[in-house]
């Protein structure tokens, strides 16, 4: 018999025996009419809890213990949970049912296919045999990409509570590589049930523990990549939430020839909504081990991050730490922000730094500053300290600290108004230090419609109180100005809507008379005697897919003791949609020979592929560099992104390398890169091979850079 049961959630029906059910003996007739139409209603209203509903081929119930036995095409429904199976008893007054063959439970959060199922209805607990759990999209990926759900799979499985799982053995993934793929349908709608198939990557592992909203512990855990173990871990703990949790993100694993292997795993730590910090370890098998802690915060009035390094390396039998933060502070009106950068090795960054950029940084600077907004200026303190990363004898001054006030540009009448001074104390060990007091007011003025005029003039007065500044007396001053003068126009000619010609000629004079030497602390010093010109001429023709730019400048010393003309300079571009090219460099007319060169050329080939060349050339030194950088998406799944520098010089050869390679499935990512670092002094070249996995909704490890560790969750 097919029938259809609406049932109260509590019955206080008595009776023995099958289908016992008054209004049932009652409806007898109509009982055999619905049996030739394979539906039987019983409507058994429930004033106060929400009704369960059993449709199946067959359904019995037993009065004696309010139990209801369903067989064939099983569909239970309570509130927002749904029940299928071949087979199924309820017990009405505890909602606990047992269900075999093809059980499919679902509610809003959560999928289970399972061969068996002891559930309660109302608790959401009970146990699982043979089970595939798919766990609804609980968060979005970066970048506003699909949602993540997450599966488990496992033979006997615990339902400890709504959102709480445990199993004595179970696999883990968010990949979904193989969801929905067959089954019965469960509805009128068609849907299909999921069934389990072997996921492109999964965690499998003992003891595994998961609180839906919080993590997934296992031990004894393997990574395997279809079904092929790969990786073990003792031990691990994954996010399973929406917000930011705490967790391993997946480790750096890699080799180079001067630290032998290298692995480093990274531990995320939500300490809460606003702070957050990260633990790394780099270990080296040649160096030494590696130990990083970065601490992040955010508040209304504040927000830094902190970031301690620490490495003692057995090689060299040194021992290396880093220092660097940053933290910004708001009082009322006052803001305060403090930069701090130090390292107790100039070495440091050339051995361990990822970036190109920090392994040939020359100085190392940190700073503080308090500033306060007033009418139309500002008044700060402030406190530098510079590190010389590459001359270890170097005495760089150090601002420690700076008092300086400054208006900003405001209109008197005609002309425009800007003021800077500022009374600065230079320490350093050796060599002139003290005291120095500049204060530079600025007026300007522009007139002038088809040519502009814009001049200025600048006044500057500098005094000193200095100390080990010999050969220089210890009280300085300088009383100078600077003029500056520059006229420009504009010449526009149209051909229609196919073409646009303009030229724009220039030309600016600057002087600043004789004054007398001084001793070098930054840029004010360099405020000296200047009387030159300069003739620029730009010239840009637009077309409807080409664009010709060229800028000839070409300067004039009037202090030059022989009246030569200093090197003529050519800036020049072009580009047509997917394809560039642009060149600057100085021509000596004098000696008609060519001072620097550099050309840049970059074209998108094919669709997702562009290869950029570029060309660096000094005469002095006989410097010759090409770069050639390569960026292609291969394919959906295939991308390169390849670098490649090259030194012309005797000695020198094959410099900077990074061949990057990616390739991206629906759920997991791998990053290969080879690279070689430059030597330097007497330490060779430094090649090396870096893995980097992106499993989604795990988060991934990539090289941090010491400039701004940061280690975030997916």
Known sequence: MKGSCKLPVTSNKSGRGKNHNPKLNSLLVTRYLLLILSSVLWPLPSPARAATTITADVLEHYREDDRYVAIGNVKIEKGKVVLYADKAILYNKSSDAEAKGHVIYEDDTTVINSEQAELNLDTKTGKLYNALIFLKSQKTLKGGGPKIGYWIKAENLQKIKEDHYHASTATFTTCDSEPFTGGRPQDSAGGKIFAAGSPDWCFKGHDVDMEVGKRLTAHNATYRVKGLPVLYSPFIWAPVKTERETGFLFPLIGNTSTKGFQFSPSFFWAIDENKDATFNLDYYSKRGLGKSAEYRYLDFDSKGKWYLYHLNDKKLNKTYYQLKGMHEQQFGDIRGFADINYVNDQNFFREFAYKRSEQVQRFLQSTGEASLPLRNSRLYLLGQYWVDLQDKNAHVP???????????????????????????????????????LDINPTLSHSFGDWIQVFQSLSLRETAYNLKNAAPFDSMLHRETFEYRANALTRLIKRYGSSATHIIEPSLSYSFIPETHPLPTFDSVELFDKISSAQLSLLNTLYLRN??????????????????????????????????????NMSEDLNKMQTETLNTSLSATVLKGTTINLSEYYA??????????????????????????????????????????????????????????????????????????????????????????QSQQKS
């Open 398 to 436: 150090q601002r420690l600290p700076e008092v300086g006030y400054v208006i900003n540009t405001s209109g008197i009448g005609p002309l425009m108004f800007y003021m800077s001074s500022s009374l600065t104390n230079f320490a350093r060990r050796t060599e002139a230090s003290g005291q120095r």
């Open 619 to 708: 005469r002095a030194g006989d410097f010759m560099q090409y770069y050639l950088g390569i960026a292609s998406a291969i394919t959906n799944k295939w991308s390169i992104n390849w670098n490649i520098g090259y030194d012309t010089r005797k000695g020198q050869g094959l410099r900077a390398l990074t061949l990057r390679n990616i390739y991206t499935e629906k759920c997991w990512a791998i990053d290969l890169t080879f690279s070689r670092k430059p030597g330097y002094d007497i330490r060779p070249p430094e090649y090396s091979f870096l893995i980097m996995f992106e499993l989604k909704g795990l988060g991934s490890f990539k090289p941090y850079e010491y400039s701004s």
């Open 546 to 583: 080409l664009t010709l730019s060229a800028r000839l400048t070409q300067p004039y010393d009037f202090n030059a003791s022989a009246h030569t003309l200093p090197p003529t300079l050519l800036d020049a571009s072009v580009s047509s949609g997917p394809f560039s090219l642009s060149l």
